[in-house]
């Protein structure tokens, strides 16, 4: 017999850029799409200065790092997890000499109680106008 395969909808996360859901349940794990730092019902992005067409300006890490793990966390707890149930964080940098120390200082605040499994890689970029997305695994 397979293993359900339920996929969750957060209505407090912001709205997926493509087509998948926020997380899929698979027995006890749960599988987190990459979470941005975008705010739901808005193509705003905290501290992330556009210019007119699109591109960056300039960026804040500390802001974008807050705003994906209070993203993160809506949708852990919409799916019946929690902040103390994540097992494994894949970091998604885009500049990582340039913002590498600030994002592992907001880490460590958040993380200091759970020290889930993490690997932090650079990428050339990301979908959207972001510095940091995250792929998150979960017990629940």
């Known amino acids: 017999m397979p293993m359900s395969q339920d996929p ?3 209505h407090r996360a912001p709205e997926p850029v493509g087509l998948y859901p926020h997380a899929r349940r698979v027995g006890g ?3 987190l799409s990459g979470v941005g730092p975008r705010e739901r019902g808005t193509k705003k992005i905290p501290g992330v ?3 007119d067409d699109g591109d960056i300006v ?3 890490i500390e802001a974008q790092c807050h705003s994906v793990f209070r993203n993160v966390r809506l ?6 997890s929690g902040w103390d149930r994540i097992v494994d964080v ?3 940098l885009t500049n990582m000499k340039e913002d590498f120390a600030t994002y592992n200082r907001v880490y460590a605040d958040y993380f200091k109680d759970n020290l889930p499994c993490r690997t932090t890689v650079e990428i ?3 979908p959207t106008p972001i510095a940091i997305e995250l792929k998150v695994i979960a017990t629940i």
Do not use: K, M
């Open 75 to 80: 949708i852990l707890e919409d799916a019946g």
């Open 58 to 60: 300039n960026y804040d």
């Open 90 to 92: 894949t970091v998604f």
């Open 8 to 10: 969750i909808e957060s």
């Open 29 to 31: 794990l749960l599988f």
């Open 49 to 51: 200065e556009l210019d």
């Open 124 to 126: 050339n970029c990301l």
